[in-house]
């Protein structure tokens, strides 16, 4: 295995075991070998499976936007594209493909666990747009609540008195994640409507008047959250599937 060459450099040969080598002095062997292992699981299941096929004419029209987007009509520039990206015609048009069938694949493994996940994530994946005013005594925040109440400006107050470093945008804190914030908090604000100031609320020895501004439920129906919780989900179940595997590093 040491005397099998790997790559050269300056046509001087370097063998998979000196690359192996150089891979563990780097702290970089971990990495690369996860990443063979990523693949080879990605492939082991896409080639069990019968129900993930790309028909070829996505993938053509993949690489024409792709040509079209970066410039590259021109037969001749995209040969030197793929020339400089160590590639050609053939393995960029597999990669492209490749891509398409990971997407299948992620989209038949999530589909089942999908909306109980989601509904597990919700509370942190809603937010609230929130303002808040936070001092160092219960007395100055009743004072500045019976304030509000007398309509004076919470933006004003915020930048008067608040300790927070957002008192220089008015207070305004948001968008926060609910599943972030301290519960005596959460409780207060989830029953709160937009434009009521709770508290005051005592939180690490100091004291804080809220203003609810806005919610922004979750929801699947938005793409970027559904694909950013299918993408979570495949990392779970590849990193499930590579656990199982028993490797050994074959290097003399």
Known sequence: MESVSFLSVDDKPISIGQAVRYLQASGKLGQFIGDVLRQYAIEQELDKRVDIAIG???????????????????PQSFQEWLTN?????????????????????????TEAKLQEY????????????VS??????????????????????FEQLAKEYSLADDRIVNGMMGPVSRGTMPDILRAAIDI?????????????????????????????????????L???LFEKWLAEKIQKLTVKLQVN
């Open 85 to 109: 990206n160590g590639t050609n015609y053939e393995n960029f048009h597999a990669s492209v493909a490749f891509g398409f069938k990971v997407e299948k694949l992620k989209a038949a493994i």
């Open 192 to 228: 709160a409507s937009p434009g009521q100031v709770v508290g005051p609320i005592e939180l690490e020895q100091r004291y804080g008047l809220f203003r609810l501004e806005q919610f922004l439920p979750a929801s699947l129906e938005d793409t970027q959250l559904k694909q950013a």
């Open 56 to 74: 070829p004419a996505i993938t053509e029209q993949a690489i024409i936007d792709f040509r079209l987007k970066n410039q590259l009509t021109d």
């Open 118 to 129: 989601f509904i597990e994530r919700k509370i942190f994946l809603d937010r609230v747009v």
């Open 132 to 153: 808040r005013i936070i001092v160092d005594n219960r007395e100055l925040a009743e004072e500045l609540q019976i304030q509000i109440e007398e309509g004076a400006s």
């Open 230 to 232: 299918q993408n979570e």
